[in-house]
């Protein structure tokens, strides 16, 4: 039997692929920072599909939570096989109106932490010749717009080059691109949903189904949903001038600093 490690497991996306990954028989570790939410999820997983829900506490924004995860991922005795680096979040308020520590713990949970986790993931999976790696991005690392939107630009970027060193190994590396997802994500940022269109949500059930699709068939690269892929062709012929005219209006509509996750 398989092992997933989850990051940000216990709401939204990250729940939905344990959900998913459980159904399918698969052995979890669960990781957030909360353990009585990790010990509840556990035992809820455990029980209605009988498979083992290890819980695993650790802030990503600190060194420490960080160093946490790696090791377990580094466990060659309790080999991963799965790693979804889901845990993110989104501060509310425009560049130089957001607090520069929050800034950076932003960066450290969407690029080092990221980065870290993969790397000490992949060295072990390369070792079996086998594994895979789904970097949580989103569609706003395709918009000119804030700190968020570049830090999921990074996520993009390097896991696609990290896919391509890969490539023949049998470890896949692939970025996922969602676009608005109905989590706790916007509530917890603080930003406002009310004016968003009711065709842009999207069911964290079925992206998931969608992206563990996407890996199985190669891509590095999932935007899990007919019409954000569309909405992404859009993206890539139009002028980078007016996207960002477009998502400064966009952002000042859906609350300071909009996140599509």
Not at 11 to 23: C, D, Q, S, T, V
Not at 48 to 67: F, K, N, P, Q, S
Not at 185 to 200: D, K, L, S, V, Y
Request: proline fraction near 3%; glycine fraction near 12%.
């Amino acid at each position: 039997m398989t092992t997933a490690l989850i990051t940000g497991s216990t709401a939204g996306i990250g729940a939905a692929f344990a959900r998913r990954l459980a159904a399918d028989g698969h052995n979890l570790v669960l990781v957030a920072r909360d353990t009585k939410r990790l010990r509840e999820q556990a035992t809820e997983l455990h029980d209605r599909h009988g498979i083992e829900a290890e819980v695993l506490t650790a802030d990503l924004a600190t060194d420490g939570g960080i160093e946490t995860v790696a090791t377990r991922l580094a466990d060659r005795k309790n080999p991963v096989d799965l790693l979804i680096n889901n845990a993110g979040f989104g501060n509310n308020g425009r560049y130089l109106e957001v607090p520069m520590a929050d800034e950076l713990r932003m960066l450290k949970v969407h690029c080092e932490a990221v980065l870290r986790l993969t790397s000490a993931a992949t060295q072990a999976m390369l070792e079996r010749g086998r594994g895979g790696v789904v970097n949580v991005a989103s569609v706003a690392a395709f918009l000119p717009r804030g700190t968020y939107g570049a830090s999921k630009a990074w996520v993009v970027q390097f896991t696609q080059g990290a896919a391509r060193d890969l490539a023949g190994t049998g470890v896949r590396l692939m970025a996922l691109c969602p676009g608005f997802v109905r989590t706790e994500f916007h509530q917890r940022a603080g930003m406002g949903t009310g004016n968003i269109p009711g065709w842009m949500w999207l069911d964290a059930d079925k992206l998931v189904s969608a992206a563990l699709t996407d890996l199985a068939r190669g891509k590095a690269l999932s935007v899990p949903d007919p019409r954000y892929k569309a909405l992404m062709g859009v993206v890539k012929m139009a002028p980078r001038g007016l996207l960002g005219g477009i998502s400064s209006r966009a952002g000042r509509k859906y609350g300071p600093e909009y996140q599509a996750r």
